[in-house]
């Protein structure tokens, strides 16, 4: 079947520190991955995505490579701020419909 | 431009009581969608509409039915509500389309719902 596993949380960073929230995948033929943020009280926004192989998406300063030989779909940052605390969910689409990891806290203080 | 809009915000249910979330988008998107969120476990699919007048079930249908009442609105519905529907639900939807690689989901605020 179709899953996705990401890093538990919550992961505490301190202002401009390097960010990395793991994700794999399991999947049937080859699917889009993309990373959602949720921030508090909100629905969820799409933050990038990768629609094949080796395909790097990136956005706000965040970035992701889809890594077939891996089935990975690691979440990066080089500086994070303080406006980046959310929660973060790593999904995979099949079919038109989406499979979501378990989401992964992040806090990061001032 | 509202986006996806979900009605209520937040409730407090009883055991045993009905009731209908309500869900519309003004984006003209063909496909909606409904989930709930539970702490350790993401956003899980439980019903979808790929178009107006059909409806599928997602991975946890039971408890749940649905009305896609035209192209802009789905509701969803509770007849008999239990303390494990206790969740967050998110409705979304997406302009689906054949030719493309993929098709982003754009979501509602959410509804808490809390079941007594």
């Known amino acids: 079947g179709n899953s996705v596993t990401q890093m538990e949380g919550p992961v505490t960073l301190s202002e401009e520190a390097f960010l990395t929230i793991n994700c794999t995948y399991t999947?049937?033929?080859?699917?889009?991955l993309f990373w959602y943020v949720q921030y508090p009280g909100e629905g969820l926004q799409l933050l990038l995505k990768?629609?094949?192989?080796?395909d790097k998406g990136s956005n706000k300063g965040f970035e992701a490579t889809y890594r077939k030989e891996t089935t990975s779909f690691h979440l990066e940052k080089g500086s994070v701020q303080v406006s980046d605390s959310a929660v973060y969910f790593c999904?995979?689409?099949?079919?038109?419909?989406?499979?979501f990891g378990a989401g992964t806290i992040l806090r990061v203080k001032s | 431009n509202a986006g996806v809009t979900q009605t209520p915000k937040f409730q407090v249910l009883k055991t045993g009581q009905s009731m209908t979330l309500q869900c519309a988008q003004d984006?003209?998107?063909?496909?909606m969608y409904w989930y709930r969120q539970d702490p350790g476990m993401g956003l899980r699919l439980i019903y979808y509409?790929?178009?107006?007048?059909?409806?599928d079930k997602g991975e946890v249908p039971n408890g749940y039915n649905v009305s896609r009442l035209n192209k802009r609105e789905f509701s969803l519905r509770l007849e008999s509500a239990a303390p494990s529907q206790t969740s967050v639900y998110f409705c979304?939807?997406?302009?689906?389309?054949?030719?493309?690689?993929?098709?982003?989901?754009?979501f509602g605020p959410g509804t808490r719902l809390t079941v007594l």
């Open positions: 979304a939807s997406s302009e689906v389309r054949a030719s493309r690689s993929y098709n982003e989901q754009f």
């Open positions: 999947a049937t033929g080859y699917p889009s």
């Open positions: 990768a629609t094949k192989a080796d």
């Open positions: 999904a995979l689409s099949y079919r038109n419909k989406l499979v």
């Open positions: 984006m003209n998107h063909n496909s």
């Open positions: 509409s790929a178009s107006e007048g059909t409806t």
